[in-house]
């Protein structure tokens, strides 16, 4: 397992935009396949967005198409996922994840709080 750093959350109104990054500890990710899911207050864990290496984004949750964007640097060191005209429904602990599939995640960060406010 490969230990994830996350890092951009913060405090926004709704309509503004975050970037949140997603960098492993060690130099590479453990998997081909890296995600972001979040967690709200009292809810579970959903995924959010998630990406490959070699064939770029593959997955949006419905709440989120057209408003985030998942994208890794060419170097493929750093994932991020741009977040725009954010909701207080997005607000959660957002978490990064590697893995080597959808559904096999092994590698994941402590997590950054987004919170937009109404």
């Known amino acids: 397992q490969v230990r994830l750093v996350e890092s951009g959350g913060g405090l926004v109104p709704a309509g503004g935009s975050l970037r949140l990054s997603c960098a492993p500890s060690?130099?590479?990710?453990?998997?081909?396949?890296m995600a972001w899911f979040r967690q709200a207050p009292g809810k579970e864990r959903n995924l959010v967005a998630a990406?490959?290496?070699?064939?770029?984004?593959?997955f949006y949750a419905d709440s989120v198409k057209g408003r985030f964007t998942i994208s890794r640097d060419n170097a493929g060191n750093t994932v991020y996922l741009q977040m725009n005209n954010l909701k207080p429904e997005d607000t959660a602990v957002y978490y990064c994840?590697?893995?080597?599939?959808?559904?096999?995640?092994?590698?994941w960060g402590q997590g950054t709080q987004v919170t937009v406010s109404s």
């Open positions: 060690t130099h590479t990710f453990s998997g081909p396949v």
């Open positions: 994840a590697a893995g080597v599939r959808l559904g096999a995640f092994d590698s």
């Open positions: 990406i490959t290496w070699s064939s770029g984004p593959t």
